[in-house]
């Protein structure tokens, strides 16, 4: 499985609620039923609490699914579950969007928390 553990924080700089998005551009994944990479972005939003995900391990994290066979859904979920374990957020939406396959393209979210209406349509 993908590997959490490679994941790192640091201190929120602000109590003052604020918005943290981070896009993924080149997320790799393989589907479980042929082996074949999955190609998707991933789209991170939260409201941090105390701390905030340190980008470089973030990276890192996301590169620990390239040689898994996982669908879509678990991925998403599984990103979701992993961060909010670190980062105790307010709130938090993995929204990670699939490039298509068999004319099929497939956009998932999973969200943590109440998600505010700006955000929860994006």
């Known amino acids: 499985m993908p590997n959490a553990s ?3 924080t640091f201190a929120t ?4 609620p604020f918005v943290i998005e981070h896009t993924a551009e080149e997320f ?4 479980p039923k042929t082996g074949q990479p999955d190609f998707g972005r991933i789209i991170l939003r939260y409201c941090p609490n105390t701390v905030c995900v340190e980008l470089k391990s973030l990276k890192l994290y996301y590169q620990s699914f390239r040689s898994e066979g996982i669908f879509y859904e678990a991925v998403t979920n599984t990103i979701r579950d992993d961060l909010t374990a670190l980062l105790s957020p ?4 993995v929204a990670s969007k699939w490039r298509g396959r068999g ?3 497939s956009r998932i979210i ?5 998600v505010p209406a700006p955000w929860a349509r994006r």
């Open 110 to 114: 999973a969200t943590h928390g109440e």
């Open 28 to 31: 790799t994944s393989l589907c």
């Open 6 to 8: 490679l994941l790192e």
């Open 90 to 93: 307010k709130w938090l939406q």
């Open 13 to 16: 700089p602000t109590r003052t």
């Open 103 to 105: 004319g099929i393209h």
